[in-house]
T-cell receptor, first 115, second 116 residues
């Protein structure tokens, strides 16, 4: 069984300040983990993914996430928020057990960036 | 963004209508997916096709009928829908849907469906 929990449904930051979006997962196997972003009226776009290589993963637009197995976390961070970062962010987990990998999406975190 | 396209972008239909959603991917992928995105609910996987074979039907009601004629096209046929089926329907594709590590999925912009 697997699950993913996004701890905050809404996060509000000022432009230029750091962003932290939290994600905890549960998986019976070593997981693949992803962060996607969805801007209004758009599909989901991949920000970054973890698949057992380096635990600190760098993605697009200055985002990065750190896989912490001991804490079962995969939090998304960015040093300085831009107005264009305002969107909804989804954490996704998939087990690695062979065969078709069923992905589980979190409920999403809406990021508001205040000018 | 143009790797996966969906048509129509918006659809309004009555409960007795029959309509189809279309998805096309231009990425050379072998797996395609349908998801339902409702307000305040997690994204729900509906169907998965891997090399044109359906590998996942996530307990979806029979009023939703998928079709995958080739690896580049995916359809979702709709009939006698209910108002609670109103949602954003997202299509995605990936290199394939097998192997140990999950492949990255690339999403289309979605079809916003309203059932009256």
């Amino acid at each position: 069984a697997q699950s993913v929990t996004q701890l905050d449904s809404h996060v509000s930051v000022s432009e230029g300040t750091p962003v932290l979006l939290r994600c905890n997962y549960s998986s019976s196997y070593s997981p693949s983990l992803f962060w996607y972003v969805q801007h209004p009226n758009k599909g989901l776009q991949l920000l970054l993914k973890y698949t057992s290589a380096a635990t600190l993963v760098k993605g697009i637009n200055g985002f990065e996430a750190e896989f912490k197995k001991s804490e079962t976390s995969f939090h998304l961070t960015k040093p300085s928020a831009h107005m264009s970062d305002a969107a909804e962010y989804f954490c996704v987990v998939s087990p690695t057990s062979g065969g078709y990998q069923k992905v589980t999406f979190g409920t999403g975190t809406k990021l508001q960036v205040i000018p | 963004e143009t790797g996966v396209t969906q048509t129509p972008r918006h659809l309004v239909m009555g409960m007795t209508n029959k309509k189809s959603l279309k998805c096309e991917q231009h990425l050379g992928h072998n797996a395609m997916y349908w998801y339902k995105q409702s307000a305040k609910k997690p994204l729900e996987l509906m169907f998965v096709y891997n090399f044109k074979e359906q590998t996942e039907n996530n307990s979806v009601p029979s009023r939703f009928s998928p079709e995958c004629p080739n690896s580049s096209h995916l359809f979702l046929h709709l009939h006698t829908l209910q108002p609670e089926d109103s949602a954003l329907y997202l299509c995605a594709s990936s290199q394939d849907a097998s192997g140990r590590w999950a492949k990255t999925q690339y999403f289309g912009p979605g079809t916003r469906l309203l059932v009256l």
